[in-house]
């Protein structure tokens, strides 16, 4: 999808100023981590695991030239064909060449984060393929023109009624008024079947690569992956250099933390593993599958001080727990990839330049840290991410003043402490008839939209002195 | 593109990784141990995988034997159907079922588009899911699992394993002996979405119901046990 990360600040206020979507997130944010909550507690040694998986995790991404051999030689024994991309505009042409060489119009797609990073719907229209979503979520944005504003549940935001008016402007559907989501959903299922049936090119995704058997898993509930992967005769697995883990084991190891992170379920409805194309014997499946390898910049990732991204199982987890996503949506973001786990890794695979503002898109509480499955760092990728920024001095320069100002303060305490007293002093002194200050210099975005409380007239560490000499 | 690609990304992986040799990786590898899984609803495996079952929305009967998993089958397609027909892959455990006792009437094969029933003969079920483990091929088409709107599932009881590593244990067991198989998919439910507003909805692309038929000597109480446990 085509990127717009620098206009985050207007988007996020557009975000706000929208109260039926705000309450959607509201609700959303107040849901999704109770049923994370609630899997994780029933699970008695989550920590134990989630740990475990790290280890893993790491080891595989430590030894990543062994297992992507490996899984490689595995994936060619058995009757894959395995391609390589490096950018995401590579991936695109060799999708476009494996479907033109079969003359293939009509495309069934999975759900895959990869294709949606690399844009390969537009891509794939653009050359006049009849390229559709099989994901319920991914179908309704595709009929509505959207991008996905979840990583798990791209079509959240939407409501069952707006949902309804889209099919009903979009399908034929004669008398039918689909008064409820069960009606929905059956309409989607049987435009899907008929699709399902007919595609020449089913595209997948893959949660996980098993090096040692050349398997790569596929996680859903809707079954439409499966689908894709067995319906079509030709099959198209598109995922990147670092899902790949050495074990069966350790892609399943992963799945107990995946399903209960995104979506509070202790299991998905469909876990498959699927090694290449039908065997002599099979009476279905594809005849011919590939899989694509996307590195888009991930080995660079791989050998920085940010490597621990490329443990991210894209649960969305962070999101559901983050104040900023929860408050502004993801469609904010600009990116295929939004709240903590977007605001780290938008920066790393496109630029800082053009996605500044992401890594300031965060509070510091903490919680996306917490909720990781993967345990990774989140707010200390972020704040290194926002340190970057100012040593390559994309941060306005008021800021980089303003933040050599306070590192100078802050070496020097005693002038910082009788600085900050005079000044709450004076603050005091200003505003203490009226109680609440309209404007303040250089508070401009606090007093926009709120008041500024006139100080009491000590600052805390004069408080503290004070009470410490009464005790 | 893709040699050229290729040999970037083995460069650059090569470049940012440890070095350590085939023996030092599998020697790391076993030092890690394994994973802990899900504890079991309860101390007996059967009752713990049919309770799992009944919360993945499934249904669940139990057969001690071949006639009696037949009568289960008929009984309950005819319930849901009024029908006697069912399609079934050619596993030769169905080929041997006394389908005539219970007038069954199975079309041995890959389900055809407007057939509501499908039989599937799991390899193997895992009680820390819920699950059965079907693998694709001439004995369990993909589109058995997938295209009928209901889906019934027998699996013996010597075949359930507590957790998805035993159940890896015994596949490659499986695997050993015969070619890997296309596809091994483990199956928790039937079809499933909750994309709009979060709401439940079964039957989203592939069967609405699945009804999972355990075969053997497992105690009548288990299945009570387990519905009452499960019951919401």
Known sequence: MEQHSDTFLENASKALGNKAQADIRDLLGLFTPLLRNAAVDNFEHFEALRHHVKRVRQHSLDNLDHYLATYEQQALKNGNRVHFANSGDDLNSIVLDICQQHNAQRIAKGKSMITEETGLNDFLQRANLDVMETDLGEYIIQQAGETPSHIVGPALHKSADEVRQLFLQKHDLGERELDNTEDIVGEARQILREHFLKAQVGIIGANALVAEDGYSMLVTNEGNGDLCANLPPVLIICTSVERILPRAEDATAMLRLLVRSATGQSQTCYTSFYSGPRREQDVDGPLETHIVLLDNRRTEILASDYREMLQCIRCGACLNHCPIYNSVGGHAYGSVYMGPMGSVLTPLLSSLEESNALPNACTSCGRCAEVCPAEIPLPDLLRDLRHQETVEKITAPRWRIGLKLHTWLARNPRLYHWLTGVGIHLLHLAGRKRGSFRKLPLAGGWTSQRDFPTPQGKTFMQQYRAQRKQS | ?232
């Open chain 2, 1 to 232: 593109m893709t040699d050229s690609s290729r040999a970037g990304i083995f460069s650059r992986v090569r470049q940012a990784s440890a070095g350590a040799d085939s023996a030092e990786i599998a020697a790391q590898l076993r030092s890690l141990g394994r994973a802990p899984a899900a504890a079991l609803p309860c101390a007996d495996l059967y009752t713990s995988f049919l309770i799992n079952v009944l919360k993945n929305h499934g249904t669940a009967d139990l057969a001690s034997n071949r006639s009696e998993a037949v009568t289960a089958t008929s009984k309950y397609i005819y319930q849901h159907y009024n029908t006697h027909r069912l399609v079934a892959g050619n596993d030769p455990r169905l080929a041997a079922m006394p389908w005539r006792e219970a007038g069954v009437l199975p079309r041995f094969g890959a389900l055809e588009p407007g057939e509501p029933v499908s039989l599937s003969y799991a390899r193997l079920a895992v009680a820390e899911l819920g699950a059965v483990v079907t693998f694709t091929g001439k004995a369990n088409p993909a589109a058995n699992n997938l295209l009928a709107e209901n889906h019934i599932v027998m699996v013996d009881c010597m075949d359930l394993v507590v957790d998805m590593e035993a159940a890896w244990e015994r596949i490659r067991q499986i695997t050993d002996q015969e070619q890997r198989p296309r596809g091994v998919n483990f199956i928790a439910g039937p079809s499933s979405t909750a994309d709009i507003e979060g709401k439940q909805i079964y039957g989203a692309h592939g069967p609405r119901q699945w009804h999972v038929i355990l075969l053997g000597d497992v105690p009548a109480t288990a299945l009570q046990e387990a519905r009452s446990i499960a019951a919401p």
